[in-house]
């Protein structure tokens, strides 16, 4: 399986431009990418990766970066704009949709972490410590937009974020813990985006005496009229977006839990946007696990 991921992201950075480098460097961008990625694929750090006798024999006539250069190059700005790149190709909509699904999962890592960058807060039925993705998927499994929070980062004020600069438009649906004022105005602002959401604290409560923002009347309009049947097939659909996380981490390359040597938020992200290129390539070229 490693190696029909490998092939595949292999084509789609052959797609991505002429590798290039500067007369300073003595590997190309592309070159960096792929080191990087073989590291990713088998779930080893960046120093495992430089070494040629972990990888095959007809690829072992390659330079190889040493550590520290594989570590600087992946800061700078032309490698980063590639892993960009190569992200958007791999796992961003082909097509326009009209319903798109919001929620966070968590990243644990141990308490006794030294990493500062991460957070303590609201984990699965718990508390812990670690970092959380916050994401915009549509029913195939797409992701429009996404971000890394620390775990105490509230997910409301990371989904506005998000909401603000996401190339969507249609329905948004989320649980009730999305429902707040300011998101209604952001999707309000945009004039495209409906966000529907049950109220947080159940229809049996009011709306107090705050204003409220034409978007969230609408939303309890959807949710809470005699006949809610639109509003509730959405909100049925949308825990779709667990099974999507669910295949995020259910297959042994994928996103099972944050290594050792995946700490603070540059590594973090680095990390996990490439386990979310590599389930997407597993998806559309159909690889299967040796378990499947």
């Known amino acids: ?31 960096i990418v792929k080191v990087y990625y073989w590291a990713v694929i088998h779930d080893r750090s960046q120093d495992w990766a430089c070494q040629a006798t972990h990888w095959p024999i007809h690829l072992r006539r390659q330079r190889l970066p040493v550590p520290g250069t594989l570590s600087r190059r992946l800061k700078t700005p032309t490698v980063v704009a590639l892993l960009d790149a190569l992200e958007q190709r791999v796992i961003a909509p082909k097509e326009p949709g009209l319903f798109w699904m919001i929620d966070g999962k968590p990243l644990v890592i141990g308490g006794c972490s030294t990493d500062r960058q991460a957070g303590y807060g609201r984990a699965a039925n718990s508390k812990a410590k ?99 049947r639109f509003a509730n097939q959405m909100l049925h659909d949308r825990d779709d977006i667990e099974r999507r996380f669910g295949q995020l981490v259910n297959w042994g390359g994928g996103l099972t839990c944050l290594p050792a040597w995946v700490r603070t938020h540059r590594r973090v992200r680095r990390w996990v946007q490439a386990k979310l290129v590599l389930t997407a390539l597993k998806r559309t070229t159909q690889i299967r696990t040796c378990a499947a």
């Open 1 to 31: 399986m490693e190696h029909q991921l490998w092939k595949a992201l292999v084509a789609v950075l052959a797609t991505l431009g002429k590798p290039r480098k500067r007369r300073a460097d003595a590997y190309t961008d592309h070159d």
């Open 130 to 228: 670690g970092y959380k993705i916050h994401a915009l998927v549509d029913p195939t499994g797409a992701i429009a937009s996404w971000r890394l929070a620390p775990m105490n980062k509230d997910e409301r004020v990371v989904a506005e974020r998000m909401l603000k600069v996401a190339p969507i438009q249609g329905y948004v649906a989320a649980d009730s813990n999305f429902d707040s004022n300011k998101l209604h105005e952001v999707c309000d602002r945009r004039g495209d985006l409906q966000l529907v959401t049950r109220r947080r604290y159940g229809p049996d409560h009011g709306t107090g005496h705050r204003k409220q923002s034409a978007g969230r009347l609408r939303s309890i309009a959807l949710t809470e009229n005699p006949f809610p």
